[in-house]
């Protein structure tokens, strides 16, 4: 079956636009992660959904948000973009349980580039 | 809040030599451990995991990882290693509380294999 799929790959933005990323879960998932990846910082939880309704943040500001679909598809949006948002911005699914006892699958991607 | 330090950001080994990926982690409360591996330009693969009862852990390609518990470690290893390997490796832990599924990584170790 399809893994997480994410759009798009890659996107060059300037400081100031918005963007919204986009991620597909592997189907029958129900739980949706966000995570950016930098050199500097690793990789930093961003928020959780399931069922629509976002159950955990992690620690950044409200520019970045998110949401998810009745079809689970997620998306993310970064308002006013500041050159420190360069990363790559990972999507993970998980079937909904006991909490991460079940297998996060990570999709490929989203490579954001602010000017 | 959790915390992960592996204490090693790159480590070069020669082919068919044994290799092991230090992770020491901090925690006030139960964890669940995960090795995860990033090839270049690509999304995370989960490596093999620790949720509970035998502390040794294998994946199918090899790897094995040994939860100490006194020593808040799960140092990553592999008996001999191939090209293939060449990838960044992330040690993660995350609560063992019901419904959590935030992940909290370390900042990741490059293993080079040279031929």
């Known amino acids: 079956k399809a893994g997480v799929t994410q759009t798009p790959r890659y996107l060059i933005k300037t400081r100031g636009q918005q963007v919204t990323l986009s991620c597909s879960p592997i189907s029958g998932h129900r739980s949706v992660s966000w995570y950016q990846q930098t050199p500097g910082q690793g990789l930093q939880f961003l928020f959780e959904?399931?069922?629509?309704?976002?159950?955990n943040k992690g620690n950044f500001p409200g520019r970045f948000s998110g949401r998810q679909f009745s079809n689970s598809r997620s998306e993310m949006n970064v308002s006013t973009l500041e050159l420190g948002d360069s990363a790559l911005y990972l999507c993970?699914?998980?079937?909904?349980?006991?909490?991460?006892?079940?297998?996060?699958?990570f999709g490929e991607g989203s490579w954001l580039t602010v000017v | 809040a959790q915390s992960v330090t592996q204490l090693d950001s790159q480590v070069p080994v020669f082919e068919e030599a044994p290799v092991e990926l230090r992770c020491n982690y901090s925690?006030?409360?139960?964890?669940?451990l995960f090795w995860y591996v990033q090839y270049p330009n690509q999304g995370l693969q989960l490596l093999l995991k620790?949720?509970?009862?035998?502390?040794l852990v294998k994946s199918i390609n090899g790897f094995e990882a040994e939860f100490n518990k006194s020593q808040t470690s799960f140092h990553l290893r592999k008996p001999s290693v191939h090209i293939s390997d060449t990838a960044e490796y992330f040690c993660a832990v995350s609560p063992t509380g019901a419904g959590s599924y935030q992940l909290t990584f370390g900042k990741g170790t490059k293993l080079s294999v040279i031929p």
């Open positions: 925690s006030s409360v139960s964890v669940y």
């Open positions: 959904y399931f069922s629509e309704t976002q159950r």
């Open positions: 993970a699914s998980s079937l909904p349980g006991t909490g991460v006892g079940n297998t996060i699958y």
């Open positions: 620790y949720l509970s009862g035998s502390t």
